[in-house]
T-cell receptor, first 111, second 115 residues
C-alpha cells in the first residue's frame, strides 16, 4: 500500500522560512494535501495541490511537487510562533478515496 | 456553515468496557469518514461511508469495532470491548464529493483513553 514519509521535527527561528518535506511511494493520487494540527484540535486543511501541477502559492505558503522523485514540500515564509504545530502530508488513496497520512512533522518556532 | 460536530470530546473507560462516538457531518455531505489517530502518528482510516453505504472498511477491526450511518446523515462508531491499544483520537470527516477530494473537513475529534 501507499507509504508516506515525513521527517519528525523541524525547529526554526521566527521570521525564517520553514520547509517541510514529504516523500511517497504511490503516484496515482489526484490531490496531495498539507494539514495543520494544533494541540487538542482537529485537522485544518492548509493547502492542496492537483497532481498535474508543479507549484502552488497561497500567501505565505508554497507547495512544490516533484512527481518524478515523488516528493512534496511545504514552504512557510516568514514563520511565526503561531505556526508551531504538527504538519501532515496526505494523499488520496487509490481511486480518489480516503486520505493516507504521513506521521506528521512537528514544527517548533522560537522567538 | 457549521462544521463537523463530534461528541463527546473526551472519554475515559476501563478495558473491556464499551464506548460509542457520535458524528454529525456538514449538511449535505455525502461522504463520511472515521479515522483513528494514535499518539505520534498520522490519522488512519477506519471506515468510509457514501450516504448510508460502506465504501471501505478494510482497516476496521470488525471483531470489536462497528459503525453505522443511518439515513445517510449522522454516524456512530462503537468499540466493544475496548482494549488498551484503542487509546487514540477518533476523527470524523465529511466531504460533499462521493470520491473525497479537497473538500474534506474534519471534526475536532474524540480523545479516548482506555485504562
Amino acid at each position: 500500500g501507499e507509504d508516506v514519509e515525513q521527517s519528525l521535527f523541524l525547529s526554526v527561528r521566527e521570521g525564517d522560512s520553514s520547509v517541510i518535506n514529504c516523500t511517497y511511494t504511490d503516484s496515482s493520487s489526484t490531490y496531495l494535501y498539507w494539514y495543520k494540527q494544533e494541540p487538542g484540535a482537529g485537522l485544518q486543511l492548509l493547502t492542496y495541490i492537483f497532481s498535474n501541477m508543479d507549484m502552488k502559492q497561497d500567501q505565505r505558503l508554497t507547495v512544490l511537487l516533484n512527481k518524478k522523485d515523488k516528493h512534496l514540500s511545504l514552504r512557510i515564509a516568514d514563520t511565526q510562533t503561531g505556526d508551531s504545530a504538527i504538519y501532515f502530508c496526505a494523499l488520496d488513496g487509490q481511486a480518489g478515496t480516503a486520505l493516507i497520512f504521513g506521521k506528521g512533522t512537528t514544527l517548533s518556532v522560537s522567538s | 456553515e457549521a462544521g463537523v460536530a463530534q461528541s463527546p470530546r473526551y472519554k475515559i473507560i476501563e478495558k473491556r468496557q464499551s464506548v460509542a462516538f457520535w458524528c454529525n457531518p456538514i449538511s449535505g455531505h455525502a461522504t463520511l469518514y472515521w479515522y483513528q489517530q494514535i499518539l505520534g502518528q498520522g490519522p488512519k482510516l477506519l471506515i468510509q461511508f457514501q450516504n448510508n453505504g460502506v465504501v471501505d472498511d478494510s482497516q476496521l477491526p470488525k471483531d470489536r469495532f462497528s459503525a453505522e450511518r443511518l439515513k445517510g446523515v449522522d454516524s456512530t462508531l462503537k468499540i466493544q470491548p475496548a482494549k488498551l491499544e484503542d487509546s487514540a483520537v477518533y476523527l470524523c470527516a465529511s466531504s460533499p464529493s462521493p470520491q473525497g477530494g479537497p473538500e474534506a473537513f474534519f471534526g475536532q475529534g474524540t480523545r479516548l483513553t482506555v485504562v
